[in-house]
C-alpha cells in the first residue's frame, strides 16, 4: 500500500531575543518545510514590528517536557519547603538593590 | 531643490515608474489577504504589501514635490487614469497561483534590489535616501522569493512545472524593467539614476544562477513587452485601479 505524503508541514517553536545579553524568551510557534523558511516565517509572525534582536527556531519535537501528571513529583517537593524560596528570608532596610 | 525643467520633467516621469511598480504590485500582492496557502505565508505577502506600499508613498510623496503642482501623495494615487500610471505590465498581470506570485515577486525583487543599491548613491540626496530606507525591506523581499524558488524548484514535479510555467508565462514581461529611453538616459547622464544596461545585465546573472539552483529552464528570449512605461497597459490596470481608486472617488476627502 502507498504510504499517504504528510501535506502537514512540521511545527517550530520560535524564541526572540530583544536585546544583548538577554535570555531568549519563547513568543509561539510557526510551520515550515524547513528550518530557512520557519526563520522567515518566525520574522513574519513574531518580528515585523521590530525590537527583535535575534531569533531562534527549534523543532517542536524535538523539546522535551514535562507532563502535567508528573508536575506533582518534579516540582511539588521544592513548594512545601519554604526556606527554599527566597521569599521565606527577611531582607533587612537597610539593604538595598536586591 | 533647483532642476531645470528638463531634468525636472524626467525626474518627475522616473519616480512615477518606481513608485507605480510598487503601488501596483502591493495592490496585487494584497489580494493574497486571507488567502495565502498557510497563515505564515499569508502574513509574509501581506507584510510585503504593505513595504511596497509604504515605499509608494515615499516616492510619490517626492514625485509630487519634485513636480511642485501642490499635487499630494494621494493625488497621484488616487486621481490619475491608466494612461497617467507608468508602472511595467510585469506587476499588473493578475496573481496567478503561489508559483506565478512567487516568480514574480523574485524578478522584481531582484530588480529593486539592484537598482536600489545604486539609487542609494544618487546625486540626488532625497531619492538616495528614500532608496536607502527602501533597500533593507526589499532585501528580505528578495531572500523570501529566492528561498521558495529553490523550494518549488527542487520540491515536487508538480510544484516545479508550476514554477516554469509561471517563469514561462512571465518572461517576456522582464525586459521592460530595464527599458532604456531618454528618460532613463538624462538621469543617468547626471548620475541621478544608474544606467539600465548595467543594472539589466546584472540582473540577468543573478536570476540564471537561482534558475540553475531551482533546476528551471531559462525561456528562448524574444518579444518583449513594453508600454507600460508610457501609459500603455494591459486591460488588468483599468479593474486594479477601479477598485483601488472608488472609495476615495466617490468620497473625496474621506477619513477613517
Known sequence: METPINTEWQLWEVFAQEKTGEPHFHCGSVHAPDKEIALQNARDVYARRGSVLNLWVVPAKEITATSPSESGEFFEPANDKIYRHPQFYHIPKAVRDI | ?256
Open chain 2, 1 to 256: 531643490m533647483r532642476l531645470d525643467t528638463e531634468i525636472r520633467d524626467a525626474l518627475f516621469s522616473f519616480l512615477l515608474r518606481i513608485a507605480d511598480d510598487r503601488l501596483i504590485l502591493g495592490h496585487r500582492l494584497s489580494e493574497w489577504c486571507g488567502h495565502g496557502p498557510i497563515l505564515e505565508e499569508d502574513i509574509a505577502l501581506t507584510n510585503i504589501s504593505l513595504d511596497l506600499l509604504g515605499q509608494a508613498e515615499a516616492y510619490l510623496k517626492f514625485a509630487a514635490e519634485v513636480e511642485g503642482k501642490s499635487r499630494t501623495e494621494d493625488d497621484l494615487a488616487y486621481f490619475r487614469e491608466v494612461i497617467d500610471f507608468k508602472n511595467c505590465k510585469l506587476v499588473e498581470l493578475p496573481k496567478g497561483d503561489f508559483a506565478f506570485t512567487i516568480a514574480r515577486q523574485f524578478f522584481f525583487s531582484q530588480y529593486c534590489v539592484l537598482l536600489c543599491e545604486k539609487l542609494q548613491q544618487s546625486s540626488l540626496e532625497q531619492l538616495a535616501g528614500i532608496s536607502a530606507k527602501a533597500l533593507k525591506e526589499t532585501t528580505y523581499h528578495l531572500r523570501h522569493s529566492y528561498q521558495w524558488m529553490l523550494r518549488l524548484g527542487g520540491g515536487t514535479e508538480e510544484s516545479r512545472q508550476r514554477l516554469q510555467n509561471a517563469v514561462d508565462e512571465l518572461w517576456n514581461y522582464t525586459g521592460e524593467m530595464f527599458l532604456t529611453d531618454t528618460i532613463e538616459q538624462q538621469l543617468s547622464a547626471q548620475n541621478i539614476i544608474p544606467s539600465f544596461v548595467e543594472i539589466s545585465a546584472l540582473w540577468k546573472e543573478n536570476v540564471a544562477r537561482c534558475f540553475r539552483e531551482s533546476s528551471i529552464t531559462i525561456p528562448q528570449t524574444g518579444f518583449m513587452h513594453s508600454g507600460g512605461r508610457i501609459g500603455k497597459h494591459t486591460e488588468h490596470l483599468g479593474h486594479i485601479l477601479s477598485e483601488m481608486q472608488i472609495l476615495t472617488r466617490s468620497f473625496p476627502k474621506a477619513k477613517w
